[in-house]
């Protein structure tokens, strides 16, 4: 994979989404971070990362976090004339880290009200990689029903669930097993955490 979109929508958990771009540049992968009207609400809230709704102004922004001047681009939400919004120049895959429920009920309903929506629904329809990352509890039925069947319609389902058996000693460890999860779902080589029987 070398071009992936990263989506930030407005359920808590934003520091997925941060931590995974950081990965993702990491590895060298060309980045595009789309952030909606909420997820940039509650990212400055709980990563005090103020973004600004001004494109360039944001990208420079997430440039200046992520200490980088490469393979990291940014659109605004509303903007449906930006490569990643056609078919023609869909994305290796699309991942939503942190996935709101509204988010994923408008795309199981294959609504495009905005930037993020209409690439995910690209994504499906070119048989792209979409990755869900759900961040809510309880679920109840219509948020199973709509990840069911966006699961039917070729999204993969990561809800953000942390694993214990690597006996994590602080919330960044905690955070580093769901963005290793969701990069061994892209195939994507990490060292975040132990894995199962290594010594």
Not at 10 to 32: C, D, F
Not at 66 to 78: A, K, M, P, R, V
């Amino acid at each position: 994979m070398d071009h992936i979109v990263v989506g930030i929508t407005g359920a808590s958990g934003s520091i997925y989404g941060l931590r995974l771009v950081e990965e993702l540049l990491r590895a060298q992968m060309k980045v595009t971070v789309l952030l909606t009207n909420a997820g940039r609400q509650v990212m400055a809230f709980e990563a005090k990362l103020e973004a600004s709704e001004k494109p360039q102004e944001c990208l420079q922004q997430l440039k200046d976090y992520f200490s980088t001047e490469h393979n990291l681009s940014h659109y605004g939400i509303d903007d449906f004339f930006v490569p990643v919004a056609s078919g023609s120049s869909a994305p290796d895959a699309v991942v939503i880290c942190p996935c709101s429920m509204g988010t994923v009920g408008r795309i199981a309903a294959g609504l495009s009200d905005n930037l993020l929506e209409r690439v995910a629904d690209v994504a499906l329809k070119e048989n792209r990689k979409l990755l869900l990352v759900p961040r809510e509890t309880p679920f109840n039925q219509i948020h199973l029903e709509n990840l069911l069947r966006l699961s039917k319609a070729g999204a993969d389902i990561l809800p953000a669930m942390p694993g214990f058996y690597q006996q994590p000693e602080t919330v960044a460890d905690l955070v580093d097993f769901v963005v290793g999860k969701i990069l061994d779902n892209l195939g994507v080589e990490h060292q975040l955490f132990k894995r199962w029987g290594d010594k």
